[in-house]
């Protein structure tokens, strides 16, 4: 067979599950309204959540730091690639998650892959959550360590997992700090309860929790005052800029930077990028307003569609998935959405279990009163007309 020909065959499989993907383009910067493939829409799936990524401090101090530094860095950390600015966001970084130190990836996905790949050894276990994201389940992949899975926040089945542990050399539990599709936020002092008790070690992804959960938005940690020994997280989201990070002890930091192959051998994230990063934890750590605008607007959304008689999954944090059940209604749905000027995407199987098809909402500290009254309006007026409420 052709080379086109067979992947051809596989793509079209790919069409008859109703799984195919394509690209929308965004033709304009990431604030609430955008123009998508030219036609003007509220965005209520971005991960922007304090609206950062358009923040003028942080696109000033790239654009300074872009015409001192240039635009690629050159080289991997650990050889032409380490500027100031890595250095200087490391420690800022570290401040913020309250850790001894910090390293940076050049993304949460790289992250994620180079502590699971490198920390576990052969003979260990990672006990990892059923809803963990895709790069979690990456970094298990490629560890020499085995993975065992527990159903998504059930203390009750992580504790029996644990129970079987006793034959291996050491354990990990890793878990997302708030899980992307479910909105929903892990137990993390239970989890760290239950590691002590039975030794194990804990690791966290807050790519979703930094910035948002805690009462300076340092994330799942702060949000439970507890102190995993790994904290992973990306700056992608409500950083609002690009990469990812490892938060821990020194020697945690040693290690990685040694053994971590994501980091070894990967070119150093651009020094102006790391600036604007840097500009946007001085904001962040500077003010609480964007958080609290952010969780105002996440209340108002939740307890109006609930109010309407949707049902809402997840706890209270930024993602607010509203369940349609029907993988087909729920394409029809996110459809009449964008019809009404409101981009916000369907999630089917096999992403979520099926009968749980749903319209995931994001929310973000810049969406105003009118744009989020104007998406409960279209909420009431689509299922009225789907016999839904
Ligand atoms: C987005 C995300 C990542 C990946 O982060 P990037 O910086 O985009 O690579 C990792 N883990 C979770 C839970 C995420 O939601």
Not at 11 to 40: S, V, Y
Not at 166 to 174: A, D, E, G, L
Not at 265 to 294: N, W
């Amino acid at each position: 067979m052709e080379f086109d020909e067979w992947l051809s065959v596989r793509i079209d499989q790919t069409k008859a599950a109703g799984l195919h993907r394509k690209l929308r383009t965004m033709n304009t910067a990431p604030l609430p309204k955008m123009l998508i493939d030219g036609k003007e829409q509220i965005v209520f799936s971005s991960n922007n959540y304090l609206g950062l990524a358009y923040n003028c401090h942080l696109v000033y101090a790239a654009e300074t730091i872009l015409h001192e530094f240039g635009v690629g860095s050159s080289g991997s950390r650990l050889t032409t690639g380490h500027t100031e600015w890595h250095r200087r966001l490391e420690e800022k970084i570290a401040q913020f998650k309250q850790t001894e130190a910090a390293l940076l990836f050049s993304s949460g996905f790289l992250a994620n892959v180079g502590v699971l790949s490198s920390l576990p050894e052969n003979g260990d276990v990672i006990l990892s959550d059923q809803l963990n994201h895709a790069s979690i389940i990456d970094g298990c992949r490629l560890s020499k360590a085995s993975t065992v899975v527990y159903k998504h926040i059930d203390m009750d089945n992580l504790e029996e997992k644990l129970k079987e542990t006793s034959n291996f050399k050491r354990c990990f539990i890793v878990t997302d700090g708030v899980f992307s599709m479910d909105g929903t936020i892990a137990p993390l002092k239970y989890i760290i309860s239950l590691a002590k008790r039975y030794h194990a070690y804990v690791i966290v992804d807050d790519a979703h929790a930094t910035g948002v959960l805690g009462e300076k938005g340092r994330g799942t940690s702060e949000y439970f005052g507890v102190h995993p020994d790994v904290v992973i997280g990306t700056l992608s989201k409500a950083v609002g800029t690009d990469g990812g990070f490892v938060a821990g002890s020194q020697i945690l930091i040693d290690f990685l930077l040694n053994h971590a192959r994501t980091f070894i051998f990967q070119t150093a994230m651009p020094p102006a990028i790391c600036a604007a990063s840097y500009a946007a934890l001085e904001i962040i750590g500077e003010s609480d307003e964007k958080r609290r605008q952010l969780f105002s607007n996440v209340k108002r959304l939740k307890t109006n569609l609930a109010e309407m008689g949707y049902v809402v999954k997840g706890h209270l944090t930024p993602i607010i998935p509203v369940i349609i059940g029907d993988p087909k209604k729920a394409v029809i749905f996110a459809e009449k959405l964008q019809e009404k000027g409101i981009f916000a995407p369907a999630i089917r199987p096999p992403t979520v279990p099926v009968g749980e098809s749903r319209i995931r909402l994001t929310v973000t500290s810049d969406h105003s009163s009118n744009e989020i009254d104007y998406l409960l309006k279209c909420f009431y007026c689509i299922g009225k007309e789907l016999n839904m409420i």
